[in-house]
Each structure stands twice: as C-alpha cells, then as structure tokens.
C-alpha cells in the first residue's frame, strides 16, 4: 500500500515537499516514481529513483526544481518541489515496481505496478 501526503495549496514560487509511505512491500527493492495528472489530462510522469537509490530521471517540465529521494528506513519516497508554478497544480500520485537486481528506465504509467490514491496539489499565480 502507497499513502501520499504533503499537498496543499500554495503560491507561484513557493515550495512543496510530498511523502508517500508504502507498507507490505520490501520497499528497498523497489524502483519509485511520481506522476501528476491534471485536470483533463493524461498522467505525466515527474520523476523516479531507482532501487539502489542512485539514479535518478525527472521529466523536463520539473527538472532543475523538483527533487525525488528515498529513505528506506523508514519505507518512504519524496518529492521536493521548489519554485512551483500554476502549471505544476495537480493530483500527484507515487507508484513502485519491483525491481531488485534490474536496471529498466522506468517513465511510463505501465511501468508501474503499484499506486497511491494521490494528493492534489495547487499552485495559485
């Protein structure tokens, strides 16, 4: 099970940092990644880390401003969003996959088997 917290509402240029604590999974043998999906858009993908904890992707409308890691003793994944804008406002949403001992880049929705029920977040200009 993924839980995500941390959303809210927030100014354009402000900083938001989300959770997602995952139990009943052996968490540090997951791949982790976040995706967003707008009001009447399709799910994007924002950024994942993989299960060793030292690759890192992020999608080019958040790189240089959003930042994923991972603590694996205590089972949860972040994000660090720094300078938000109205365009990042979304529901974000964790997801994981198994994936101890690969190393398969993982940016797609159907490269995850796992979902949180998201957390909406809103940036206001």
């Known amino acids: 099970q993924l839980v995500e917290s941390g959303g809210g509402e927030v100014q354009a240029g402000g900083s938001l940092r989300l959770s997602c604590t995952a139990s009943?999974?052996?968490?540090?043998?997951?791949?982790l990644g976040w995706f967003r999906q707008a009001s009447g858009k399709a799910r994007e993908f924002v950024a994942n880390?993989?299960?060793?904890?030292?690759?890192?992707d992020y999608g080019d409308s958040v790189k240089g401003r959003f930042t994923i890691s991972r603590d694996n003793a205590r089972n949860t994944l972040y994000l660090q969003m720094n300078s938000l804008k109205p365009e990042d406002t979304a529901v974000y949403y964790c997801?994981?996959?198994?994936?101890?001992?690969?190393?398969?880049?993982?940016?797609?929705?159907?490269?995850?088997?796992?979902w949180g029920q998201g957390t909406q977040v809103i940036v206001s200009s």
């Open positions: 880390i993989n299960w060793r904890g030292h690759s890192t």
């Open positions: 997801a994981a996959h198994y994936a101890k001992y690969t190393n398969i880049p993982r940016t797609a929705v159907s490269d995850f088997g796992s």
């Open positions: 009943g999974l052996t968490f540090s043998s997951y791949d």
